[in-house]
């Protein structure tokens, strides 16, 4: 592994800690399940996943909203948002809104 990826793995990590133990907000009960393929902290888990940290939170409810009714037509999202209700979603959308961008954690 290159450096320079140990050195990004290293501050994502420290970050999230601090996220977590700061407890301003603490992650939503429901998080695991989207966790899974968006990260905890809104970083996907995988490249062909979007990141959803710090998107506007308009934007992802709508997005969701069009995977829930069939416009935005993506099984595997159709069947996550299906597991939770309008409130847990709410509370997973509203944390990913609030979390830092990718962007800001490289060194
Ligand atoms: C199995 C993996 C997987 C899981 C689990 C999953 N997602 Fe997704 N999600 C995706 C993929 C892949 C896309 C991109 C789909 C597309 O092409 O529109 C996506 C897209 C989204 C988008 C739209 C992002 C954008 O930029 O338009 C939102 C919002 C979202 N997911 C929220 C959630 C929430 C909330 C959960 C938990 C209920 C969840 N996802 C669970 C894989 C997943």
């Avoid at 829930?68 to 996550?80: H, I, K, P, Q, Y």
Wanted: aromatic letters at 4%.
């Amino acid at each position: 592994m290159h450096m320079h990826s140990l050195i990004a793995i290293s501050l994502a990590i420290a970050g999230a800690g601090i996220a977590f133990s700061a407890g301003a907000q603490s992650p939503p009960q429901r998080l695991g399940l989207c966790a899974a393929c968006h990260g905890e902290l809104g970083i996907a888990t995988g490249k062909t996943i979007p990141n959803l940290a710090g998107q506007n939170l308009e934007y992802l409810r709508s997005a969701l909203s069009q995977y829930r009714s069939g416009a935005r037509d993506v099984a595997a999202m159709r069947a996550a948002a299906g597991m939770l209700n309008a409130a847990e979603l709410d509370q997973v959308l509203q944390w990913y809104a609030g979390q830092q961008p990718a962007e800001s954690r490289l060194p």
